[in-house]
């Protein structure tokens, strides 16, 4: 018996990588800055963070998410 099944993907899009990266980046500053007690750039780096999710979700919806119209799809 076959069957085919709709693989959804592991997240790997420009529109995940994106996200994660930019988000990443934004707790990486967060923490530095939380060490050395600089509140604003704390709350800029939550910002970034925040941006990071929004961005991720903004490039998945014009296409570029896991089996988005603009991404190349793998051939298995």
Do not use: P
């Amino acid at each position: 018996m076959s069957h085919e099944e709709d693989e959804l993907g592991e997240g790997h899009s420009l529109a995940a990588w994106t996200g994660v990266i930019v988000s990443l980046v934004g707790i990486a500053i967060g923490t530095v800055a939380f060490f050395f007690d600089v509140q604003w750039l704390v709350w800029a780096a939550a910002g970034l963070t925040l941006f990071g999710f929004l961005l991720g979700f903004i490039l998945s919806r014009a296409g570029y998410g896991v089996n988005g119209t603009k991404t190349l799809q793998k051939e298995h």
